[in-house]
């Protein structure tokens, strides 16, 4: 009998314990007494999987590299020689002439106005701010390119799929952008799909699980990929949108510090080899055709691949930039070196920071740390990028359970983040749009469930809910544009109307001219006395 009581109390005892690590596993990170708790993850360290790893700034290190890298770019563009090494190929079927500049028209650019539609604050205190010369861009209808970096809010291409769609439609542009070589867990973007085998690929976000050698080899995209002989990447472009079927250029950006040989193959038939001399720098593989799918293959070598930018040759290119649990913090694990020099291939005109889901808690009102580590990676994405308007992308309206009940209610703390947000994007002279504000004008996060744009956990939205938000960036996006590009014409008309207002005095003037030397004739023809002159014939005798 006794015996059988230490059995169930073992049982009970091992079923408790399992019962409280479930427990553990489900408490969020949370501060206590200025001390950080992460989230307790048991069996991640029976199985010996990688955490997360929590990066903090280091300027210091930033700075470093750059310092490194600029004498560099300064060197060679003395030299006038090509900054990073390009290897050009051109499949060319048909081509229409060079890309021409197309200037919108206002009334093309000119939002929904009997909608609410909420400011992009540009706290820049330049008389021309970064961001102004982006707006510039597009209503001078130049080509633009926007780096969105944000975690699972935008992943797989939510949100952003429908803004680069709105954009292109309304400015010009084609292409996907962006998309990673390969990454290291499944995915799927209906906007574009990709078929790799060979690679060992890398997150920024378990970076021990990187070679140490390539741990400082990171770009924003968070991801990369190693392949030896055999890895290959196909690309294919998809028509889930309607600007995205089809390309005119892809750039395959890689670093291969030994020799080695790549092939690249266009839609399975076309193919071409490319000899990869050794260079620490980073190299752009640049192809010009119609493409839809697109693959590249290492033959031989070791390559380190970044990934390939689909895109035409004008108009708005957003490149997706998201990473699973990231709360900023990762940039600080990139490497500003190689920041720099895919920003010189590629030119970044805005870099949106979407973060601050993962660290809002319940009722929690005091963020001036994640304040104070907003402006490091402020100051962390204006090194990396510094022809570039940084844009703060306030943290999204969020429902949390009711402990009283079975329904939900507001986390109480969207606001007090959205505060901190918006002042380390004025104290570092960028510019801040409220999510939180679009979407309360556009119903809540409840009016979002309800629509079904937004999961029943009331955090995250879905690709109906991005297009909605999308619509509400892209509105507050075209209306400075608007603004400046109604302001250019309204001067435009001005100067017309004063030119025409010249030639028409000029005109009355010139015909003033001709009434008076009229005049003047007749004057003097009057004046004579016609009597004297006057000869009359009379029975043919002149008298």
């Known amino acids: 009998m006794k015996e059988r009581d230490y059995m169930l109390r073992g049982f009970v005892l091992t079923l408790a314990v399992v019962v409280g690590v479930a427990l553990f596993a489900l408490i969020p990170p949370f501060e206590l007494f200025g001390m950080h708790f992460a989230k307790v993850s048991l069996l991640e360290d029976i199985v010996g999987e990688e955490q997360v790893v929590e990066y903090s700034a280091d300027i210091e290190r930033l700075e470093h590299e750059l310092a490194t890298l600029e004498p560099c770019i300064e060197e060679v563009e003395a030299e006038q020689v090509e900054p990073l090494p390009s290897i050009r190929k051109e499949w060319i079927y048909e081509r229409e002439g060079e890309a021409v500049r197309r200037v919108p028209r206002s009334?093309?650019?000119?939002?929904?106005?009997?909608?609410?539609?909420?400011?992009?604050?540009?706290?820049?205190?330049?008389?021309?701010?970064?961001?102004?010369?982006?707006?510039?861009?597009?209503?001078?209808?130049?080509?633009?390119?926007?780096?969105?970096?944000?975690?699972?809010?935008?992943?797989?291409?939510?949100?952003?799929?429908?803004?680069?769609?709105?954009?292109?439609?309304?400015?010009?542009?084609?292409?996907?952008?962006?998309?990673?070589?390969?990454?290291?867990?499944?995915?799927?973007?209906?906007?574009?799909?990709?078929?790799?085998?060979?690679?060992?690929?890398?997150?920024?976000?378990?970076?021990?699980?990187?070679?140490?050698?390539?741990?400082?080899?990171?770009f924003v995209s968070g991801y990369l990929a190693r392949g030896g002989a055999g890895a290959r990447t196909q690309w294919s472009v998809t028509d889930a949108f309607e600007t995205l079927d089809s390309v005119g250029r892809a750039r395959i950006i890689l670093l291969s510090e030994a020799d080695s040989r790549v092939e690249l193959s266009l839609s399975d038939t076309l193919r071409y080899e490319v000899e990869l001399e050794a260079d620490s720098r980073l190299r752009e593989i640049y192809v010009e055709a119609p493409i839809t799918d697109l693959a590249i293959k290492v033959v031989e070598g070791d390559v380190l691949?970044?990934?390939?930018?689909?895109?035409?040759?004008?108009?708005?290119?957003?490149?997706?930039?998201?990473?699973?649990?990231?709360?900023?913090?990762?940039?600080?694990?990139?490497?500003?070196?190689?920041?720099?020099?895919?920003?010189?291939?590629?030119?970044?005109?805005?870099?949106?920071?979407?973060?601050?889901?993962?660290?809002?808690?319940?009722?929690?009102?005091?963020?001036?740390?994640?304040?104070?580590?907003?402006?490091?990676?402020?100051?962390?994405?204006?090194?990396?990028?510094?022809?570039?308007?940084?844009?703060?992308?306030?943290?999204?309206?969020?429902?949390?359970?009711?402990?009283?009940?079975?329904?939900?209610?507001?986390?109480?703390?969207?606001?007090?983040?959205?505060?901190?947000?918006?002042?380390?994007?004025?104290?570092?002279?960028?510019?801040?749009?409220?999510?939180?504000e679009a979407m309360a004008a556009l119903g809540g996060m409840p009016k979002f469930v309800a629509n079904g744009w937004a999961a029943k956990d009331y955090t995250h939205i879905n690709f109906r809910g991005g297009r909605a938000l999308a619509e509400a960036l892209a509105a507050a996006i075209r209306k400075p544009v608007y603004d400046l590009l109604a302001e250019r014409e309204e001067m435009v008309r001005v100067e017309e109307e004063r030119k025409a207002r010249e030639a028409w005095a000029r005109e009355q003037a010139r015909i003033a001219s001709i009434e008076a030397q009229m005049a003047a004739v007749a004057a003097i023809v009057d004046s004579l006395d016609m009597g004297e002159w006057s000869v009359v014939e009379q029975n043919g005798v002149e008298e």
Request: glycine share 8%; aromatic share 10%.
């Open 107 to 218: 009334e093309e650019v000119m939002p929904d106005m009997s909608l609410p539609i909420v400011a992009i604050e540009d706290f820049d205190t330049l008389e021309v701010s970064r961001f102004d010369r982006f707006v510039d861009k597009l209503a001078s209808g130049e080509a633009a390119r926007i780096a969105f970096l944000g975690d699972s809010f935008v992943e797989g291409d939510i949100l952003t799929s429908d803004l680069r769609s709105e954009l292109q439609q309304i400015f010009g542009g084609r292409g996907v952008g962006f998309v990673a070589c390969d990454i290291p867990f499944a995915t799927v973007r209906r906007t574009i799909r990709r078929t790799s085998s060979g690679w060992s690929a890398y997150s920024v976000m378990k970076p021990k699980s990187a070679p140490e050698e390539l741990r400082d080899k990171f």
């Open 305 to 436: 691949c970044y990934g390939v930018s689909l895109e035409g040759d004008s108009g708005v290119m957003i490149d997706n930039f998201s990473v699973r649990s990231n709360n900023g913090h990762a940039i600080f694990g990139t490497g500003a070196h190689i920041n720099r020099q895919i920003d010189e291939l590629l030119g970044y005109d805005l870099v949106v920071l979407q973060y601050g889901l993962n660290i809002m808690q319940a009722e929690r009102r005091n963020y001036s740390k994640y304040r104070d580590q907003l402006r490091d990676m402020i100051a962390y994405a204006e090194r990396c990028f510094p022809n570039a308007a940084i844009m703060v992308m306030g943290v999204s309206d969020r429902w949390v359970r009711d402990t009283q009940g079975e329904g939900y209610k507001p986390i109480g703390t969207v606001d007090a983040l959205s505060q901190y947000q918006r002042a380390a994007a004025d104290s570092c002279g960028a510019a801040f749009w409220n999510t939180a």
